[in-house]
């Protein structure tokens, strides 16, 4: 399963947006108010929204100023999420994409939530 958000500029060059993005505490600031947020080191951190399970995830890979793919740390779905980065003038563009093993079922309970919290996330973007 593959949704993907739509896209955002950022008013910075790509390279401070890849540098910030490689971070785990700056995902704190691109996650929904109600989120709670935990940090375990620079590469791990884990959120929970609502009533949804505590979601713990790693750096998974990084392709320097292009791509910050994230990957579900443990649980029951494998996922990753990527953040692909690209430059259009001054500015920096990006998007948000998840993928993942998720059996048809439960794609018709999460693909409409997914796409709302993907589209929170890349909303706050201008947080960086």
């Known amino acids: ?3 993907e958000s739509s896209i ?3 008013n910075s060059p790509i390279k401070e947006v890849f540098e910030k993005l490689t971070q785990a505490s700056t995902y704190e600031r691109l996650m929904p108010e109600d989120a709670s947020f935990r940090i ?3 590469s791990h951190f884990s959120f929970k929204l609502g009533s949804m399970p505590v979601i713990p995830l790693k750096m998974e890979r990084q392709t320097p100023h292009s ?3 994230l990957a ?3 649980g029951n779905v494998p996922f990753e999420l990527h953040a692909n980065l690209s430059t259009i ?3 920096t563009q990006i998007q948000l994409v998840f993928e993942g093993d ?3 079922m439960m794609q018709m309970m999460v693909k409409k939530p997914l796409t ?3 589209e929170a996330l890349i909303s706050n973007v201008q947080k960086l």
């Open 116 to 118: 709302q919290f993907l």
């Open 89 to 91: 003038e001054d500015q």
């Open 67 to 69: 791509q910050v793919v």
């Open 40 to 42: 375990m080191d620079e």
């Open 102 to 104: 998720i059996n048809p």
């Open 72 to 74: 579900a740390n443990g």
């Open 8 to 10: 955002a500029s950022v």
């Open 1 to 3: 399963m593959t949704i």
